[in-house]
């Protein structure tokens, strides 16, 4: 997945949440992001805020955002709640403040978030810009109904600034697997593939535990950590 894939979903999202520690307690607030290029994301805040000297005690930050919306729209025609076509993006990432000298520099080469921070901070001189220059992801486009395609997900994970991402989904031990079907059957997400031993298509495995709890030799591994 491209930069400007990415910037292309946190542009459909709009605000995202993002989330910092101070010490040992989390907090999170709603952030507009101003923008991206190939050296990361761009948000504001002021120095004055808390949500600045979390930042620069700990660069680390936690980010999400969905779209269209969050909300259920009734039920389904199993009763179920009913969500509609959607995705939501999670990024884990390292900020720096960009310099005053660079965001100048880099808003007469004509960069839009830098010309954009330039000018927030003539009405707010405490304004400050930073970048997610570093991090992975993941964007998790849900059709939980199947009205646009035949599986109810697509997970693609990627990373920039140097990170790297482990794969999504559970994982099924070759040296375990008897192909008892078992598993496969009691997946709803179509992520189990047939074969002499059975593999998961960790693009469409929602990690939600069914084939585990019904394999029969304990060949199913849990998720790792992104």
Known sequence: MTMQEI??????????TFTT???????????????????????????IKPFYRQ??????????GIYPSGRKEGKNKVGQPYWQPGFFLRITGE???????????K?????????????????????RLFCIFRGKGEI????FEMENRDHKLLRTRF????????????????????ACGECREACTFKAIEEGD????????????????????QDAIEFPETM
């Open 7 to 16: 910037h292309s979903a946190i542009e459909k999202i709009g605000c995202l």
């Open 21 to 47: 520690l101070d010490n040992t307690t989390m907090h999170s607030r709603i952030v507009s992001v101003c923008g991206g290029d190939d050296e990361g994301i761009y948000f504001l805040t002021m120095n």
């Open 55 to 64: 930042l620069k005690g700990n660069p680390h930050v936690s980010v999400c």
């Open 95 to 105: 900020v720096r403040e960009i310099p005053e000298d660079e965001v100048k520099k």
């Open 107 to 127: 808003a007469e080469g004509g960069s839009e978030p830098h010309r954009y921070a330039l000018e927030d901070a003539e009405r707010y001189p405490a304004m």
């Open 140 to 143: 998790y486009d849900y059709d």
């Open 159 to 178: 990373a920039f600034g140097g990170e790297t991402v482990r794969e999504a989904g559970v994982r099924i031990d070759p040296d375990k697997c008897i």
């Open 197 to 216: 031993v059975y593999r998961v298509n960790g693009e469409r495995c929602d990690e939600c535990g069914s084939c585990i709890q019904v394999c029969p």
